[in-house]
């Protein structure tokens, strides 16, 4: 059982292609029917919260991609992780996982009494250990059926927010900014750690891994650089505290993409295409607005690729695929469209197999 359904090499050749601005990547699913291979909807356990328990989140995350046709170079990923911000927990946060939604209820009252923690026994970390646990479950379930990725643990500010508050946070980037770089810097080496961990249990035997967020792969150490909060603070604040971690992170990676959450946080964008080794942008437009393929963000998808970088572009429609190809061309682009059923994803490969 392989869901699967084209030349893999050739799908990896596309990513790569793209890390090198020299190639696109044309990833699209639609709704199956019904699940491939009959894969079966997975019973939730009786338990306080079936969420926490490994075997049925990962059959339940299977379960979904059963239901998706992937067509170009789509393929499915699970990740052992639980949330978006997943080392909030380690630092104290405490976490609140339902079926659709994961939260996080800050642990840090008063600054003074909080310093950031110097080094994190990842041996005897609970969350560590129970996220190593869901990497063997999900490895044991999802073998010869889609890649298992590592979760989203690069977040900076988006994970000092939760084991703070936002608004708390707000106010000490003013008050106490000294006690926020120490913590940020704490944050940025706990996320390389973790990475390293779970880079070691996931990749393959060349070192090329998977990143759940925004499905990226890289042949070597890739994944999804993010900072949500930066849509609250001003590009001098953003430059001030951000912009040291991610420079030391893209150092750390091979390859690197980050996340643009929406207009609010456009203004960083300057200030990111000056990381010399971050690789590409991916631009998620917030809803209400024209979404990834309109034409109203083709001048921002120029700056990205004069600039050097790659671009990936979400929630493209059909028929906005042909004229980004015609206004930008291809080499940089990751273009993730949404179809309506497989023989319209058949018609898209077809379509955009014109242009390779």
């Given amino acids: 059982m392989n869901w699967i359904r084209h030349d893999y090499d050739e799908i990896l050749n596309h990513y790569r292609g793209w890390w090198n601005h020299s190639g696109f990547i044309f990833a699209?699913?639609?709704?199956?029917?019904?699940?491939?291979?009959n894969f079966p909807e997975p019973i939730?356990?009786?338990?306080?919260?079936?969420?926490?328990?490994?075997?049925?989140?990962?059959?339940?995350?299977?379960?979904?991609?059963?239901?998706?046709?992937?067509?170009?170079?789509?393929?499915?990923?699970?990740?052992?992780?639980?949330?978006?911000?997943?080392?909030?927990?380690?630092?104290?946060?405490?976490?609140h996982v339902e079926p659709h939604t994961t939260w996080y209820e800050p642990c840090i009252d008063n600054p003074d009494?909080?310093?950031?923690?110097?080094?994190?026994?990842?041996?005897?970390?609970?969350?560590?250990?129970?996220?190593?646990?869901?990497?063997a479950v999900a490895k044991e379930l999802a073998k010869d059926i889609c890649m298992v990725t590592v979760p989203a643990v690069f977040n900076n500010l988006d994970?000092?927010?939760?084991?703070?508050?936002?608004?708390?946070?707000?106010?000490?980037?003013?008050?106490?900014?000294?006690?926020?770089?120490?913590?940020?810097?704490?944050?940025?080496?706990?996320?390389?750690?973790?990475?390293?961990?779970?880079?070691?249990?996931?990749?393959?035997?060349?070192?090329?891994?998977?990143y759940i967020a925004f499905s990226n792969w890289g042949p070597g150490k890739t994944a999804t650089l993010q900072c949500d909060f930066s849509c609250m603070i001003s590009r001098d604040m953003f430059d001030e505290f951000v912009i040291p971690v991610l420079e030391e992170q893209c150092r750390r990676l091979d390859y690197s993409v980050y996340h643009l959450d929406g207009t609010t946080a456009m203004h960083h964008l300057d200030s990111l295409l000056t990381i010399k080794d971050l690789d590409a942008i991916e631009w998620t437009p917030e809803p209400g607005f024209p979404q990834g393929g309109d034409p109203s963000w083709y001048d921002l998808y120029r700056r990205i690729l004069k600039a050097g970088k790659s671009v990936e572009m979400v929630n493209v429609k059909p028929e906005e695929i042909r004229p980004i190809f015609e206004s930008l061309g291809t080499d940089g682009l990751y273009i993730c469209a949404r179809a309506e059923n497989p023989e319209q994803v058949e018609q898209l490969e077809k379509e955009v197999r014109a242009f390779r």
């Fill in 28 to 37: 699209v699913g639609a709704p199956r029917v019904k699940p491939i291979d």
């Fill in 44 to 95: 939730p356990p009786a338990s306080d919260n079936p969420m926490l328990d490994h075997f049925y989140r990962i059959r339940r995350d299977l379960y979904r991609r059963a239901k998706i046709y992937y067509g170009g170079d789509a393929f499915p990923m699970i990740s052992p992780g639980l949330g978006c911000c997943d080392l909030a927990p380690v630092f104290g946060a405490e976490m």
């Fill in 113 to 135: 009494n909080h310093e950031p923690t110097a080094d994190i026994d990842w041996e005897n970390s609970h969350w560590i250990n129970y996220y190593m646990e869901s990497v």
């Fill in 159 to 210: 994970t000092l927010a939760a084991i703070r508050g936002n608004e708390s946070l707000l106010i000490d980037l003013i008050e106490r900014p000294d006690w926020v770089r120490d913590w940020l810097a704490a944050i940025c080496r706990a996320e390389l750690d973790a990475f390293r961990i779970f880079h070691e249990n996931v990749r393959s035997p060349d070192g090329a891994n998977g």
